[in-house]
């Protein structure tokens, strides 16, 4: 793993050979005569480690350490010294160093110190990495029927070797997390951390704390200073759900940050740099929304280099088989019940349904039937109540009233959005006229 070293030293020697050394072994070194240079460093920088100096001419190095810490409570401190005793290294050790290493050392004691360093930060990322993945239930299958799937995938492999910003669009449920994931796994960051921030869940001042960090007092709640998913994903990929709900200001900080990768932490005026490469998704026409004067048009820019399009699975019946027995497949194990297999219903409702929630609705729809299931057959009566009834659902054309469309579609939307005000925006009606409807439909 590719680390960034400080050498906080008031030799000169030390800090022209050390960085040389450290350079030689594949990581980026940046050296500080005193304590004031390489708090200044920290404020404009992220390093994983820092090598300092007991002696700092008048200073103590011992006395620099916490407020390194403070800076940068993720960085590894070691401290040198031609002066070593048991008390100064237990002293050191207490105060939040990593390591002690007395002068003159050998370039072998650097190697080992900054290989267990990269070994350790790299377990840590695959564990995080790994207990996103526990978390989750695939929302994709890159093994797909459809020509359309086919030609997306293709072309996420293609982009993925490149550097320039994706934006991933479709409607909600279609997998574009997942997508993500794919084109970070494909690119030659992979092995560099995947960060995730779901935009519409935060407020927007929490919202800029989480991409850009915080410094202590910066707002109700900021204990101390905090690193934000940029600085975390250095070297890396960083996924920006549903980047259309953000607000303006934190849209303008975006847009600084894609043009020069610069950013403030909140609260801070000290500008700091990440390398961080930008995947976004959407459910929203950002277009529209640039049109409506709801999105900056210059950050559309940036973020739209390359567009991949998720089609909805209602165009892409064929997949919808073996996406439901891969759905099938996964919940048998998590319910530890081998052996469940579809009845013969099952697959003909699945198809009858035209799926507004995408890959999440098909996913839900099958963990729900084996939740309910008793045996080692999965019935279609357990599917829930609008796929267990496809086959009788209203379709455009038939012979039955206009209201009846009307109710199976307004609850349809509803079912996607779940929120009243957002299905009364996209039906174009009033919520209190949303309301009336389905306090009739209900009531008949």
């Known amino acids: 793993m590719h680390l960034r070293i400080l050498v906080i030293d008031d030799e000169r020697n030390i ?29 404009t920088s992220t390093f994983d480690v820092a090598f300092l100096d007991l002696k700092l001419g008048s200073a103590s190095g011992l006395d620099l350490l916490p407020r390194l810490l403070d800076a940068a409570p993720d960085l590894q ?14 002293e050191a050790m207490r105060r939040g160093a990593r390591d002690y290493l007395p002068k003159p050392f050998e370039p072998e004691q650097v190697r080992v110190l900054l290989d267990d360093v ?60 997942v997508l993500a994931r794919f084109i970070h796994a494909h690119s030659p960051r992979a092995n560099g951390p995947f960060a995730v921030v779901n935009c519409p869940t935060l407020s ?24 934000g998913r940029v600085e975390a994903a250095k070297g890396g990929t960083l996924f920006l759900d549903e980047v259309g709900e953000i607000s303006p200001a934190v849209q303008a900080r975006l847009l600084r940050f894609l043009q020069d990768h610069a950013f403030e932490r909140v609260g801070d005026t000290q500008t700091r740099t990440a390398d961080v490469r930008i995947v976004a998704a959407t459910n929203r026409v950002l277009a529209t929304e640039v049109k409506a004067g709801r999105f900056r048009e210059d950050l559309l820019y940036r973020l739209n280099v390359i567009e991949l399009t998720l089609p909805p699975l209602r165009t892409r019946p064929e997949d919808i088989p073996a996406l439901a027995t891969g759905y ?3 919940f048998a194990r998590t319910q530890k019940r081998p052996g469940l297999r579809f009845a013969d219903d099952v697959l003909p409702r699945l198809l009858a349904h035209d799926w507004p929630g995408n890959l999440r609705e098909l996913r839900n729809a099958v963990e729900r039937a084996v939740i309910l299931s008793t045996g080692s057959i999965v019935e279609g009566r357990l599917l829930p109540g609008a796929v267990a009834q496809a086959d009788d659902a209203p379709k455009l054309g038939a012979d039955v009233p206009l209201e009846v469309i009307e109710r199976e579609h307004v609850l349809r939307v509803l079912a996607r959005h779940g929120r009243a005000d957002e299905a009364a925006r996209i039906l174009e009606i009033d919520p209190a006229t949303l309301w009336r409807k389905r306090k009739r439909w209900e009531s008949a």
Not at 17 to 43: F, K, N, Y
Not at 208 to 224: I, S
Request: proline share 4%; hydrophobic share 50%.
């Open 328 to 330: 099938l497949a996964h």
């Open 118 to 177: 990269a070994r350790e930060r790299g377990l840590r990322q695959r564990i995080v990495e790994l207990e996103d993945r526990l978390r989750e239930v695939p929302e994709a299958d890159f093994t797909t029927a459809s020509p359309v799937m086919q030609g997306v995938f293709d072309l996420a492999r293609r982009v993925a070797a490149s550097e320039a910003p994706v934006l991933l669009t479709g409607e909600s449920g279609t997998g574009k997390g």
């Open 204 to 227: 927007e001042e929490l919202l800029a704390a989480e991409l850009f960090g915080h410094v202590r007092g910066a707002f109700t709640g900021a204990v101390k200073d905090a690193v």
């Open 77 to 90: 401190v070691v401290l040198m010294t031609a002066f070593a005793s048991i008390p100064t290294a237990v």
């Open 15 to 43: 800090r022209l050979t050390l960085p040389a050394l450290i350079q030689s072994m594949g990581h980026d070194a940046q050296s500080a005569a005193s304590g004031v240079e390489a708090l200044a460093a920290l404020r």
